[in-house]
């Protein structure tokens, strides 16, 4: 029985999760995310968004950065082979080298959803320089988390 429980709320985690990715996709479309513009995912994670993101981009620019390629290559794993050849969708472990080539050139959007609660307080000051460090002039960074704070 207990089995069954969790595999319900699991179950129930990725309905409400994969929902979210749907609603920030569509909150970026509603503040001009066009085919041309250029994302960074800023921790990726298994690309829950970027799957999304992906197929709606111009070949190349969509970049998921996260502190290990385990998770971006499990959600690399479930896109459509074709898709992946066809987008190109970059993907990099975050590191100063990324970050230093990225920030050559800022995206367009810079997406960091649901990432700052995972993040050891001690890392903390790293993530948000490494974030303004990819923010340029024409930059829309959307900065999301949940907080425990009543």
């Not at 000051?125 to 990819?134: A, E, G, H, Q, S």
Request: glycine content about 8%.
């Amino acid at each position: 029985m207990s089995g069954d429980f969790a595999g319900s709320a699991l179950s129930c985690f990725n309905v409400k999760s994969l929902q979210l990715a749907d609603d920030v996709v569509a909150f970026m479309l509603d503040l001009g995310l066009t085919a041309d513009h250029r994302v960074v995912d800023y921790g990726c994670g298994s690309l829950r968004v970027g799957r999304l993101l992906i197929p709606r981009l111009a070949a190349g620019h969509y970049t998921g950065l996260d502190v290990t390629n385990r998770f971006y290559r499990a959600g690399l794993a479930a896109i459509d082979g074709q898709m992946l050849a066809d987008k190109r969708p970059r993907v990099r472990t975050i590191s100063s080298a990324a970050i230093a080539e990225m920030e050559m050139a800022p995206p367009d959007f810079l997406l960091c959803f649901a990432v700052v609660q995972h993040v050891p307080q001690s890392e903390l000051d790293d993530m948000f320089r490494n974030i303004l460090r990819l923010i340029g002039p024409n930059t829309t960074a959307l900065v999301s988390f949940k907080s425990n704070l009543v």
